[in-house]
C-alpha cells in the first residue's frame, strides 16, 4: 500500500507539472483575457482583438507549501486580502495589465513533489518571488536549501524575499530571516530585495503593504523592458549613440 501510495504521488505531480507547462504555451501562444480558476481544470478564454498590444512578463512565485504564495498573489492582484487559502496542489496563476505589460504571477506549489519542477520555470520567467513563512522556523533550513538552489540555476534573476507572517506573535524579524537565509551570500551578486509582508492583515505593524510590494514589481519590470530596448532598439529606430 505504501507503494501504492508513492506511486499516485509521483503520478499526482507529474500530471500537475504537465498541466502547468500546458498552460503557459496557452497562455503565451493565445493572446486574450483569461480567468485560471483554482481548480486548475477550467479555462474562461475572451479575445481582446487589436486591443491586445501588451509585452508578456513572468513573476515566478516559489516557496515552501504553507508559505502564504497563493494568499500573496491573491492580494497583490485584487487588492484584498482573504484569510485563508487552499493549498496549491500544482498551480495558481493571476494577470496583471500596466502600462503596455501583461504580467502573469505564476505559483508553482511548494510540497516535495512538485519542488523537484521548480527550475524547469526559471528561464521564462523574469522575476522571482521567494515567500517564506516567518513563523516556520523548523523549516528555514529546508527553505534556505531550495532558494539557493534555485540561485544557482538562475545566478542573474532578480529576486524579491517576502518573509510572510509579519502579523503573528512568533514570526521571525526580517533581520532574523535575513541571516536565516544566508542572504548576504547573495548580496550584491544581483538585483535582491527582502520585505516583510502579511497577506492577511496587509501592512500590519512595519511589514510592506502588498500594493507597495506590486508597484515595486511593476517597476522593476519596467525597467527591465527599457534595458531590453535599449540593446535591442527596434529595425530602423534612431541609434541615440549615432555621430
Not at 550584491?188 to 515595486?216: F, H, I, K, N, W
Request: charged share 20%; proline share 4%.
Amino acid at each position: 500500500m505504501a507503494a501504492l501510495r508513492t506511486l499516485s504521488m509521483v503520478i499526482g505531480a507529474a500530471v500537475a507539472a504537465l498541466g502547468s507547462v500546458l498552460f503557459i504555451a496557452w497562455s503565451r501562444y493565445v493572446p486574450g483575457k483569461r480567468k485560471w480558476r483554482r481548480t486548475g481544470y477550467e479555462l474562461e478564454y475572451r479575445p481582446l482583438g487589436e486591443q491586445d498590444n501588451y509585452l508578456d512578463r513572468q513573476i515566478l512565485v516559489l516557496g515552501l507549501d504553507g508559505a502564504g504564495k497563493s494568499s500573496i498573489i491573491h492580494a497583490i492582484s485584487t487588492n484584498t486580502t482573504k484569510s485563508s487559502s487552499a493549498p496549491t496542489h500544482g498551480f495558481n496563476t493571476a494577470q496583471i495589465l500596466s502600462q503596455g505589460l501583461r504580467i502573469e504571477l505564476l505559483e508553482v506549489g511548494g510540497s516535495q513533489n512538485l519542488r523537484t519542477y521548480w527550475t524547469q520555470y526559471l528561464k521564462k520567467t523574469h522575476i522571482m518571488v521567494f515567500v517564506v513563512d516567518s513563523t516556520d522556523d523548523i523549516r528555514l533550513q529546508l527553505a534556505r536549501h531550495e532558494l539557493h538552489r534555485l540561485l544557482e540555476e538562475a545566478p542573474r534573476l532578480p529576486l524579491l524575499v517576502l518573509a510572510n507572517k509579519q502579523d503573528c506573535k512568533s514570526a521571525l524579524t526580517v533581520s532574523d530571516i535575513y541571516s536565516e537565509l544566508s542572504l548576504h551570500r547573495v548580496q550584491g551578486l544581483r538585483e535582491m530585495t527582502l520585505l516583510g509582508t502579511s497577506a492577511v492583515c496587509d501592512g500590519y505593524g512595519s511589514s510592506t503593504p502588498l500594493q507597495t510590494v506590486r508597484c515595486m514589481l511593476e517597476e522593476s519590470l519596467h525597467n527591465i523592458k527599457e534595458v531590453e530596448e535599449k540593446s535591442h532598439p527596434l529595425p530602423g529606430a534612431p541609434c541615440k549613440n549615432a555621430l
